[in-house]
């Protein structure tokens, strides 16, 4: 019995060691492989690159420049600002994020073409022919369809709209609307009932972004809420109600005289004490000590106190959802305290450098609901209410725009209302621009 034990465990060790034999082998085997098709694949990118003409796609993000953008395909800051200032001819001058860009590199990993669909309304190229940059803006075929969505609220707001098929970024623009009086994030909403006339674009019969919210209607706790939008004379967008009152929150363009921004809005900016990437929800405004800080909006005063990082702060509440927060602050005005109204423009303390901070500014935040948004982009109202000059238009839209949201579609759900053609995408603009030093080295970073 005992011989036989050992036999079988000789046996089974002998194959044991077999099978790790072979495991090891082929292990050995495919790291050989990969490491072979590693090097093939970054051979052959390099060939590609080197000696063909390639297309390279981005997506533009949050805080890029142009400059930026093409400095990740060449060094050449010549190259750059010839490409840049061609853009800006033909009326590129902001990019947007989720615009697509295409850049086009030859043999000699020179740039021979940049294309760029901005804001999903153009198409902007220059390209190189014979060292001349030529720059072309081509419009979308781009069609606009007027939308009525109507409904009642079971849940929330943001689910019905869901529910009829519509973004939550239009949901956020009907939201920011009544912002002043609703906050669609704390408050009660069910039984509430909705009508909105909106456009919605399309190019090739692709649906590519929502346009303008022309009018809105909201009922909640049995009060309606109404938005009638009206352009001025710069084609800006003001919303009123029925009796032609801004329903807009009236910002002051900033909160102090300041030198300079020394911080913008960023969900990653490199922090200048900690040195760690974190997100920044304000604008750093740098003033000398003791410069006066104004609110930038009249309502409450929220909360004061003390952070250890973002120092003496204040909060302000105007209506429902908006609030501007204000930090680093060096006093506090006595005037100041809690549930105590502040009108726009009022004194409410002085620049400072507490907390956490390389020198002396003001932190200026706003926040919507539990959203932070940029103080720079924040539209400023031109006006108050409905001017006498612009009253007979701004009842005649008013008149129109409540008969599409609720006689024209008496049921629940989501209609098209009206469509017309913004551009045949036929009107091409060229401009030759720059002349290009075929002597220059493109590839220097001088």
Same mark, same amino acid.
């Given at each position: 019995?005992?011989?036989?034990?050992?036999?079988?465990?000789?046996?089974?060790?002998?194959?044991?060691?077999?099978?790790?034999?072979?495991?090891?082998?082929?292990?050995?085997?495919?790291?050989?492989?990969?490491?072979?098709?590693t090097e093939s694949v970054t051979f052959i990118q390099d060939e590609f690159f080197t000696k063909t003409r390639e297309k390279i796609s981005y997506i533009v993000k949050y805080e890029d420049t142009f400059p930026d953008i093409l400095s990740k395909f060449t060094t050449s800051q010549y190259y750059i600002e010839q490409y840049d200032s061609s853009f800006k001819s033909i009326g590129l001058t902001t990019l947007f994020p989720n615009d697509s860009m295409i850049v086009t590199i030859d043999s000699n990993n020179l740039i021979v073409m940049c294309s760029i669909l901005n804001n999903f309304d153009c198409w902007y190229h220059v390209y190189l022919i014979d060292n001349v940059l030529y720059a072309?803006?081509?419009?979308?075929?781009?069609?606009?369809?007027?939308? &009525?969505?109507?409904?009642?609220?079971?849940?929330?707001?943001?689910?019905?709209?869901?529910?009829?098929?519509?973004?939550?970024?239009?949901?956020?623009?009907?939201?920011?609307?009544?912002?002043?009086?609703?906050?669609?994030?704390?408050?009660?909403?069910?039984?509430?009932?909705?009508?909105?006339?909106?456009?919605?674009?399309?190019?090739?019969?692709?649906?590519?972004?929502?346009?303008?919210?022309?009018?809105?209607?909201?009922?909640?706790?049995?009060?309606?809420?109404?938005?009638?939008?009206?352009?001025?004379?710069?084609?800006?967008?003001?919303?009123?109600?029925?009796?032609?009152?801004?329903?807009?929150?009236?910002?002051?363009?900033?909160? &102090?005289?300041?030198?300079?921004?020394?911080? @913008?809005?960023?969900?990653?900016?490199?922090?200048?004490?900690?040195?760690?990437?974190?997100?920044?929800?304000?604008?750093?405004?740098?003033?000398?000590?003791?410069?006066?800080?104004?609110?930038?909006?009249? @309502?409450?005063?929220?909360?004061?106190?003390?952070?250890?990082?973002?120092?003496?702060?204040?909060?302000?509440?105007?209506?429902?959802?908006?609030?501007?927060?204000?930090?680093?602050?060096?006093?506090?005005?006595?005037?100041?305290?809690?549930?105590?109204?502040?009108?726009?423009?009022?004194?409410? @303390?002085?620049? @400072?450098?507490?907390?956490?901070?390389?020198?002396?500014?003001?932190?200026?935040?706003?926040?919507?609901?539990?959203?932070?948004?940029?103080?720079?982009?924040?539209?400023?109202?031109?006006?108050?209410?409905?001017?006498?000059?612009?009253?007979?238009?701004?009842?005649?839209?008013?008149?129109?725009?409540?008969?599409?949201?609720?006689?024209?579609?008496?049921?629940?759900?989501?209609?098209?209302?009206?469509?017309?053609?913004?551009?045949?995408?036929?009107?091409?603009?060229?401009?030759?621009?720059?002349?290009?030093?075929?002597?220059?080295?493109?590839?220097?970073?001088?």
């Amino acid at each position: 019995m005992g011989r036989a034990f050992y036999n079988n465990f000789g046996l089974k060790l002998s194959i044991f060691f077999s099978i790790v034999s072979i495991i090891l082998y082929f292990c050995s085997q495919i790291k050989q492989n990969n490491s072979q098709l590693t090097e093939s694949v970054t051979f052959i990118q390099d060939e590609f690159f080197t000696k063909t003409r390639e297309k390279i796609s981005y997506i533009v993000k949050y805080e890029d420049t142009f400059p930026d953008i093409l400095s990740k395909f060449t060094t050449s800051q010549y190259y750059i600002e010839q490409y840049d200032s061609s853009f800006k001819s033909i009326g590129l001058t902001t990019l947007f994020p989720n615009d697509s860009m295409i850049v086009t590199i030859d043999s000699n990993n020179l740039i021979v073409m940049c294309s760029i669909l901005n804001n999903f309304d153009c198409w902007y190229h220059v390209y190189l022919i014979d060292n001349v940059l030529y720059a072309e803006r081509r419009p979308l075929n781009l069609i606009k369809y007027q939308c &009525v969505a109507k409904g009642v609220v079971n849940e929330t707001f943001a689910e019905e709209m869901y529910k009829l098929g519509i973004g939550l970024t239009l949901v956020t623009k009907i939201m920011d609307l009544f912002a002043r009086d609703i906050n669609f994030i704390t408050e009660p909403q069910k039984n509430d009932s909705f009508e909105v006339l909106f456009e919605e674009k399309y190019c090739n019969g692709n649906f590519i972004g929502y346009g303008s919210i022309l009018a809105a209607k909201y009922i909640h706790s049995k009060k309606a809420y109404y938005a009638i939008s009206m352009k001025d004379k710069m084609s800006s967008i003001n919303y009123f109600d029925l009796e032609g009152r801004s329903i807009q929150i009236q910002f002051r363009n900033r909160p &102090v005289k300041y030198k300079k921004i020394t911080s @913008g809005f960023s969900y990653r900016r490199k922090h200048p004490v900690h040195g760690l990437y974190r997100s920044h929800f304000g604008v750093d405004y740098a003033a000398d000590i003791g410069t006066p800080v104004y609110a930038t909006a009249s @309502g409450i005063v929220k909360v004061t106190g003390y952070d250890k990082e973002y120092g003496n702060y204040i909060y302000l509440s105007h209506g429902a959802a908006y609030q501007t927060q204000y930090g680093h602050l060096h006093t506090i005005d006595s005037m100041i305290e809690v549930g105590s109204p502040v009108k726009r423009g009022q004194l409410i @303390g002085t620049v @400072g450098k507490s907390g956490i901070t390389t020198g002396p500014h003001v932190c200026y935040r706003i926040k919507i609901g539990s959203r932070f948004i940029d103080p720079l982009t924040v539209l400023i109202p031109t006006k108050r209410n409905v001017s006498e000059e612009d009253r007979e238009r701004f009842e005649y839209l008013k008149h129109e725009y409540l008969y599409a949201m609720g006689k024209r579609f008496t049921t629940s759900g989501c209609f098209v209302f009206d469509m017309m053609q913004v551009n045949s995408g036929k009107e091409v603009t060229i401009k030759s621009t720059t002349f290009i030093n075929t002597y220059y080295d493109y590839t220097s970073n001088s």
